[in-house]
């Protein structure tokens, strides 16, 4: 943008000059100056919209002192072309100041604006953290005062304080990733191994659901430059969110497959699907209409696909289910086909 307000400035500068050496030299002898100071305006208009009201001001009077020799040229001036010229250095200034004063309120409006959609967010995303970490504290203390008082089972309370506390942190690792740039380090690794360590992080939260994960995936390795913690991460989060959208007795099918150029992955379950607002806003950060979780775990899965070139995309409708598909372009395919083999 720096560079382009050089060029603008230039433009800015040497237009006019231009405007009146056409004037004074080359048509001096026909003397359309009518046409030629009506073109003042373009540069009037583009320091005006660039620069604001403090731009305008300082163009109009640059244009205004190459304007001056119009009014002591040896030419014949009669009166009317006197009030002429004088009415084009009234008019041009009260164009440059409402064009100038209107560009510099609306960008107030605009930062104004920013400040208010920025202070929503973060009071909105303050309210659902402060409640969904509300959730597993009262968890924590209830069950830590229960094994204080010897009451209840321990191992369960234990149980019960670990999921609590990993949900505790997970939800500070999602807000943390929204609010710096996910850093990627790359390299090739299989594909394969990575689904299987995901889909093995997600098996006990099956088991508690009564979800069955049914996984199908290639038999040679899928090679891929990826950064492995991130994508299990994106993983985890797609496969724990379709065990939650699958209910009891269900199935969550996982499947990879090498399509032409791609790697696809699939995760589908038998849910009862989404509605077309929850499939339009899926996406967006703190979206949410589940009672717990942040409302940034799609965006920050998307976020880490695509950061890796990949893409992510749902099919989902009311009473079919939910099928999220990940693509990644595979270079292994790719090369093979440019050596033709």
């Known amino acids: 943008m720096v560079d382009k307000k050089k060029y603008y400035i230039f433009a800015i500068v040497v237009f006019p000059l231009l405007i009146t050496y056409l004037h004074f030299s080359v048509f001096k002898e026909q003397s359309p100056h009518i046409v030629l100071e009506e073109l003042y305006y373009i540069p009037l208009g583009l320091g005006s919209l660039l620069f604001g009201l403090r731009g305008a001001l300082l163009t109009y009077l640059y244009v205004s002192a190459l304007y001056l020799p119009y009014f002591s040229e040896n030419w014949t001036i009669t009166f009317l072309s006197l009030v002429d010229r004088l009415l084009h250095l009234l008019f041009s200034g009260i164009f440059v100041f409402l064009a100038g004063f209107l560009v510099d ?40 005062k229960h094994i204080r ?137 703190f979206y949410s209409k589940k009672s717990g979780g942040t409302g940034l775990g799609m965006y920050i899965a998307k976020e880490v696909i695509e950061g890796q070139g990949g893409k992510i995309r749902i099919e989902s409708k009311t009473g079919w289910g939910t099928e999220v598909l990940v693509e990644f372009p595979n270079k292994s395919l790719e090369e093979k086909k440019e050596r033709g083999m």
């Open 105 to 144: 309120r609306e960008k107030r409006h605009q930062k104004q604006s920013e400040k208010d959609r920025l202070l929503a967010c973060l009071g909105h995303a303050a309210t659902i953290i402060v409640h969904d970490l509300k959730n597993p504290l009262i968890t924590i203390l209830g069950f830590a």
């Open 149 to 285: 008082e010897g009451k209840g089972n321990a191992d369960t309370a234990i149980r019960a304080i670990i999921d609590s506390a990993q949900n505790m942190e997970r939800i500070v690792h999602d807000v943390l990733d929204f609010t710096k740039p996910i850093r990627f380090e790359s390299k090739e690794e299989d594909m394969r191994s990575i689904l299987n360590r995901s889909c093995d992080s997600c098996k006990g939260k099956a088991e508690e659901e009564g979800v069955t994960l049914s996984v199908d995936i290639p038999a040679k390795p899928v090679n891929i430059a990826i950064d492995s913690f991130q994508m299990q991460r994106a993983l985890i989060n797609l496969i724990d969110n379709a065990i939650e959208a699958a209910g009891k007795g269900q199935r969550v099918i996982i499947n990879m497959a090498l399509e032409m150029n791609y790697m696809v992955i699939k995760i589908k379950d038998c849910g009862t699907g989404m509605d077309k607002e929850t499939l339009e806003n899926i996406f967006i950060p």
